[in-house]
Each structure stands twice: as C-alpha cells, then as structure tokens.
C-alpha cells in the first residue's frame, strides 16, 4: 500500500541555521512528490513538486528538496531558515490513477518545524 | 489567481446535530476533496468527487457524505454529529487527469462538537 512517513513530529532550529525535513514513501511505481507549508489558521500551500527529470529541484521561499530513488525520499532543505518559515509541513505522493482518480494524494504526519530568533 | 473557499472558518455544533461544511471553487475543477486533519496523523481523505453527482470514498468515510449537485460546490455533511469529528476539516480541487498537477486547498474549517 502507498504510504508517507515524516519521521520528525517537531524540529526546533535556531534562526540562520541550515534545514533538512526528512520524508520516505513506499509506493511501487515512479510517484508524483510535493511538499506544502501551513502556516497557523491556514490552508496548505505548496512549496515544490517533483514529477520526473532533475532529482533535485527548487520551490518557493528558498526551499529545495531531492529526491532519491534508491532511499525511497524526498528531504526538504533551506540552507538558512527564517522566523517566518515557523510552520508544519507535509511531504505528500500523488498517484498517477485513473482519470476519475486523478490528483488523489496520501500525505504524511507532518513536521511542526519551531525557528529560535 | 485560483480560489478554493470553505464558508466557514470556525463552527461549533451539538452532538446529533446533522452538519454541512460547503466548499466552492472558481477555477472550473473537475475534481473535489475533503480531508479531515488531525494533530501526529496528517491529512486523511474523506471523500472526493471527479464529476458532478459522482463521488469516491477516501480513507475515512464513516460518519460522513457527501454532496456534488454543481461543478463548482463540494459539500460534506456530518449526518449525526460526533464529538470524535471534532477536527480540522480541508477542501480541494484539481483539473481532472492533473495527477502531476498540485491540489489547490481552502483555509479550512475548524469544526468543534460539544
């Protein structure tokens, strides 16, 4: 069965610092990645996708993730994390179903990421 | 710019009261989800729907339906409210066949059920 693992519940980083929000997945095919950010009160917003080509790629806010096929993830990664960055942060596969299927996503337990000024 | 609205933020209801959580989106989606999201276990699937009056049952559908009477309106209905659907709830929408293409989410409703 599909599934999404974020091991980390809730990092907490000093402001400056690098970051790394690990997410694995277990699915049998090639499968369609993305990352989203909700900020306190709101709906997910997306950060980056991943569908095919480059393993590496970028996203909004300076945020990057890569994938790696052999290890089943997809890390998120921000070289230097802002106080505004404080969110939660769901790593999440999309299967390439049917067309009555399309777009139906399995998303992990999220990070709750805390940034220290 | 695209545009999911859930009518409410915040709701607060009665055991055994039947609720409705409606969901309108303005980009012409075919596709129409709702997930319930709560703390360590992420977003889980309720329902979704691919077409006006069609609908799927995601992972957690008890409790719940759902109506699609128009392209643009999702609603999820609580039949008989329960103080264990007191929860985070989330619409989205999607081009139909967009499976590469990102869900596009409302702000959520934040339904408590005394």
């Known amino acids: 069965a599909q599934s999404v693992t974020q091991p980390d519940i809730h990092i907490t980083v000093s402001e400056g610092a690098s970051l790394e929000l690990r997410c694995n997945y277990s699915?049998?095919?090639?499968?369609?990645l993305f990352w989203y950010v909700q900020s306190p009160g709101q709906g997910l917003q997306l950060l980056l996708k991943?569908?095919?080509?480059?393993?590496l790629v970028q996203g909004i806010k300076g945020f990057e993730a890569e994938f790696k096929r052999s290890q089943s993830s997809f890390n998120l990664r921000k070289p230097s994390v802002h106080w505004s960055d404080a969110a939660e942060y769901f790593c999440?596969?999309?299967?390439?179903?049917?067309?009555?299927?399309?777009?139906?996503?399995?998303f992990g337990q999220g990070t709750e990421l805390s940034v220290k000024p | 710019d695209v545009k999911v609205t859930q009518s409410s933020r915040y709701l607060v209801k009665r055991t055994g009261e039947k609720v409705f959580l409606e969901c309108v989106q303005d980009?012409?989606?075919?596709?129409m989800f709702w997930y319930r999201q709560d703390p360590g276990l992420g977003l889980r699937l309720i329902y979704f729907s691919y077409d006006v009056k069609m609908k799927e049952k995601g992972d957690i559908p008890e409790g719940y339906s759902v109506s699609r009477e128009k392209k643009e309106r999702f609603s999820l209905i609580l039949e008989s409210a329960s103080t264990n659907q007191t929860s985070m709830y989330l619409c989205?929408?999607?081009?139909?066949?967009?499976?590469?293409?990102?869900?596009?989410f409302g702000d959520g409703t934040r339904l408590s059920i005394l």
């Open positions: 980009m012409d989606h075919e596709n």
């Open positions: 699915y049998g095919a090639t499968p369609y």
């Open positions: 989205a929408s999607i081009r139909q066949g967009g499976s590469n293409q990102p869900q596009h």
């Open positions: 999440a596969v999309g299967a390439p179903l049917s067309y009555n299927q399309g777009g139906k996503l399995i």
């Open positions: 991943y569908f095919s080509g480059d393993t």
